[in-house]
C-alpha cells in the first residue's frame, strides 16, 4: 500500500445529517474554567454516546448517512470496518467516530485519542471512498502511469455551534504531522495489530482547519469562538486531500477491526 501524505483539505457534506444527529442525542457533559476530563468511551447510565457514522455512494441522493453503535471491550469501543469490495453505490465507508455532547473547551490546550487496528482473515487493503467516482476507491497515478491507492488515515475533529446554522467554520480538523496529529491506516509486514496516539495542540492554530480548507492562525478569534460551544468530538477516516471522505476495506475475506481506546482533552 502506498501512501501519500502532507495534503491538507476539507470535507463539505453532512450539515443537515449533524444537526438532527446532534438533536437526538441532547446534550451531555460541560466542562469550564479548565477542569477538564477523559471523555468516557462508555458513559454513564446513556449520558453520553459514540457513535460510527457511514456513508454510501449513491449519486441519485449524493450520498446518505447512517448511524451505528460500537462495541464496548475492554474499556474501549470498537467497530468493524465496512467491506467496500463489491463497487456498488451502497457500499457503506466510515466517516466519522464520534461523541455527542456539550463541552465549552475554552482554556483547553490539548487532545490526546489513542486508537488500534486489527485484522483477521487475509491481508487487508484499506481503501477511501472517491470524491470524483461513485464506482471505485479513491486512486491517483503515480510517476510511472500506474494506479496507486490514496492511503486512508484517521484525525481528529471536533464541531462547534456558533450561530443559529451550521457553518463551515464550526467543523474543524487538526492537520498537522504524520503520525502525530493523524495516523495512517495500514499495517506494517507480518503484523496484525497496529497502533497509534494520536495529540493535536488546540493552542497551535496553523494545526487546525476548517471545511472552507482556512487556518485557525488566520482565524483565531472565529477558532476560539468555536472552541467555547462544542458540539461533537471524536476522529473522521478519509484519504488524499479529503478529511473525511470515508474508509472502508476492500477484500471480503478480511476483518478489519477499529479500536478507540481513550479520547481525553487537557
Request: hydrophobic share 40%; charged share 20%; aromatic share 14%.
Amino acid at each position: 500500500m502506498v501512501r501519500k501524505g502532507g495534503v491538507r483539505g476539507v470535507f463539505a457534506g453532512m450539515c443537515a445529517v449533524l444537526m438532527v444527529s446532534c438533536a437526538l442525542a441532547g446534550l451531555a457533559m460541560s466542562t469550564k474554567g479548565g477542569e477538564y476530563v477523559s471523555v468516557d468511551l462508555v458513559g454513564h447510565e446513556g449520558q453520553y454516546e459514540w457513535r460510527v457514522l457511514d456513508r454510501d455512494l449513491d449519486p441519485s441522493t449524493g450520498g446518505t448517512f447512517e448511524l451505528r453503535k460500537p462495541m464496548a471491550t475492554d474499556g474501549g469501543l470498537s467497530f468493524v470496518l465496512n467491506d467496500v469490495s463489491s463497487g456498488e453505490v451502497s457500499d457503506l465507508y466510515t466517516v466519522y467516530m464520534v461523541w455527542y455532547g456539550s463541552l465549552d473547551m475554552t482554556g483547553a490546550t490539548t487532545i490526546t485519542a489513542k486508537i488500534s487496528m486489527t485484522y483477521t482473515g487475509e491481508d487487508p487493503t484499506l481503501v477511501c471512498r472517491n470524491g470524483n467516482s461513485p464506482y471505485t476507491a479513491w486512486q491517483y497515478t503515480d510517476i510511472y502511469g500506474n494506479l496507486v491507492y490514496y492511503t486512508p488515515f484517521v484525525r481528529l475533529h471536533f464541531l462547534s455551534s456558533t450561530g443559529d446554522s451550521w457553518e463551515c467554520s464550526d467543523y474543524w480538523w487538526s492537520s498537522g504531522d504524520d503520525g502525530v496529529e493523524f495516523a495512517y491506516l495500514g499495517f506494517d509486514d507480518d503484523k496484525t495489530a497496529m497502533s497509534w496516539t494520536l495529540t493535536a495542540s488546540l493552542t497551535d492554530l496553523a494545526s487546525w482547519s476548517d471545511r472552507d480548507g482556512h487556518f485557525a492562525s488566520a482565524h483565531g478569534d472565529v477558532f476560539s469562538e468555536a472552541l467555547g460551544d462544542v458540539r461533537e468530538i471524536g476522529l473522521s477516516f478519509g484519504g488524499g486531500s479529503l478529511y473525511a471522505n470515508g474508509v472502508g476495506v476492500f477484500g471480503s475475506e478480511s476483518v478489519v477491526t477499529f479500536g478507540l481506546k481513550s479520547y481525553a482533552i487537557a
